[in-house]
C-alpha cells in the first residue's frame, strides 16, 4: 500500500479527531492537509501509521487550538462550533462515545477543557488510543496523561448533557416541532418545549443575531411561531437534516442557499435548547451562503405589508436587531458590528 492509500484510509479518523479538538470544520481540515504533508515529507517509515498520523494531527491541532482560543475571547456574542452534518469516521465499538461527543452540547463543554486535557480526552476517552500513544501525541509522560484524563473526564461527566436514547423517539418529537414551526402554531410549539428552554445563536456580529438569546417557553414559542411564517412566504426553506448528531434543519434562502443550521438538543421528551448558527465563516463548507441581512429585510417587509410587528422582542427587551438599527448595549447586549458594504464591495 503506498503512502497516499494510507493516508486517504485514515483520513476519516484524522479529521473526526481534529474536529473534536477544534470545533471548526475548516481548521480541522486544514490540519488534516498539514498532517499530510508532514508524512510525505517524512524519510522514515513509522511502525504504525495510525498512530503516527493521529499523533501528528492532535500536535497541530493542539497548536491552532492554543491560537484560536485568543480569537474566541474576542468572539462577537456567543460561539458554537461549526455545525458537521456527517462524521466521516464510523466505528461500532465506539459508536455511543462519537455520537455523544459530536453535538453541539458536547463540543461546548469540551471548550472548558485545556487544550491538553481536551486531547487526551478525545484521544482516550473517544477514540480508545492507549495510554502509551496518547502520550506519544501529546508529549507528555503516561502519568501526566492519566492524571489529564481523570480531570477532563470528571469535566465532562459534571455537566455532560444527557439526551434521550432512543433516536426514533427524537426524530418523532424534531418533526412534530418543524410541522409546528412551518405552521406558526404557538400552542404546538410551546407543548414540545421544555420550561426553561433556551434560544441562542451565533451570528459571530456578520448575520442577524440575539445577543442574549430567548428564554422559557412562552418567550421562545411566541418567537419561533412569528419567525417562520414570513420566512416561507419569500420562499424560504426548511431542510431537516441530522447536525452534529441530533435533529435539526438547514434552512435555507429563496435562492436554495445556506442561511443557518439549527440544532435541538432534547431531554425528557421535551427539547431544551435550541441552538442556530448563522455566521457565514461557519456554513462556506456547506455551500452557498445567503445574504442573512437581505433575508431579514424581506421578512420584515412582509411583517409590514401583513401588519405584524417588525421585531422580535421579549419582554426583557431582548430582540433581534435590524441592519438599519444602531447597535445599544441597553437593549440588545454586547454591540455587533454593522457590515460594512466597502467591503463587503472589495471581497
Excluded at 483520513?11 to 474536529?19: E, G, K, N, Q
Excluded at 477544534?22 to 504533508?37: F, I, K, P, R
Excluded at 463540543?107 to 491538553?116: C, F, G, I, M
Aim: with cysteine; glycine share 8%; hydrophobic share 40%.
Amino acid at each position: 500500500m503506498t503512502r497516499t492509500e494510507e493516508f486517504e484510509q485514515l483520513r476519516p479518523l484524522l479529521f473526526s479527531i481534529a474536529y473534536r479538538i477544534l470545533g471548526s470544520v475548516s481548521e480541522a481540515e486544514d490540519a488534516v492537509q498539514e498532517t499530510w504533508l508532514r508524512y510525505e515529507l517524512s524519510a522514515t517509515r513509522p511502525t504504525s501509521v495510525k498512530a503516527f498520523l493521529s499523533a501528528v494531527v492532535t500536535r497541530i491541532s493542539i497548536d491552532v487550538l492554543r491560537s484560536a482560543r485568543l480569537r474566541r475571547e474576542e468572539y462577537v456574542g456567543p460561539w458554537f462550533p461549526e455545525p458537521l452534518l456527517t462524521d466521516p469516521y464510523e466505528d461500532p465499538e465506539h459508536s455511543a462515545e462519537l455520537a455523544d461527543t459530536l453535538s453541539m452540547a458536547s463540543l461546548l463543554l469540551l471548550e472548558r477543557l485545556s487544550p491538553l486535557e481536551r486531547a487526551v480526552f478525545v484521544l482516550r476517552e473517544v477514540f480508545a488510543f492507549g495510554f502509551p500513544d496518547v502520550a506519544s501525541a501529546v508529549g507528555r509522560s503516561e502519568a501526566a496523561c492519566r492524571q489529564l484524563a481523570v480531570r477532563a473526564r470528571r469535566h465532562m461527566d459534571a455537566g455532560r448533557p444527557r439526551f434521550e436514547a432512543d433516536r426514533k423517539e427524537r426524530e418523532r418529537l424534531a418533526e412534530r416541532f418543524f410541522d409546528a414551526l412551518r405552521e406558526g402554531n404557538i400552542d404546538g410549539l410551546r407543548q414540545l418545549l421544555a420550561g426553561d428552554v433556551s434560544l441562542v445563536g451565533d451570528g459571530g456580529g456578520k448575520a442577524p443575531q440575539w445577543a442574549r438569546g430567548f428564554f422559557g417557553a412562552d418567550h421562545v414559542s411566541q418567537v419561533l411561531a412569528t419567525l417562520l411564517p414570513p420566512f416561507i412566504r419569500i420562499g424560504g426553506a426548511v431542510e431537516r437534516h441530522q447536525v452534529n448528531g441530533q435533529p435539526g434543519a438547514i434552512f435555507r434562502d429563496p435562492d436554495g442557499k445556506v442561511l443557518n443550521t439549527w440544532t435541538l438538543d432534547i431531554h425528557d421528551g421535551r427539547i431544551q435548547t435550541i441552538r442556530t448558527v448563522s455566521n457565514p465563516d461557519k456554513l462556506g463548507h456547506m455551500g452557498p451562503v445567503a445574504d442573512a441581512w437581505a433575508v431579514l429585510r424581506a421578512t420584515q417587509q412582509v411583517r409590514r405589508d401583513a401588519g405584524w410587528p417588525e421585531e422580535l422582542t421579549a419582554p426583557d427587551g431582548n430582540g433581534l436587531r435590524r441592519p438599519d438599527q444602531k447597535p445599544s448595549s441597553d437593549r440588545f447586549g454586547a454591540p455587533e458590528p454593522e457590515p460594512d458594504p466597502e467591503q463587503e464591495n472589495r471581497t
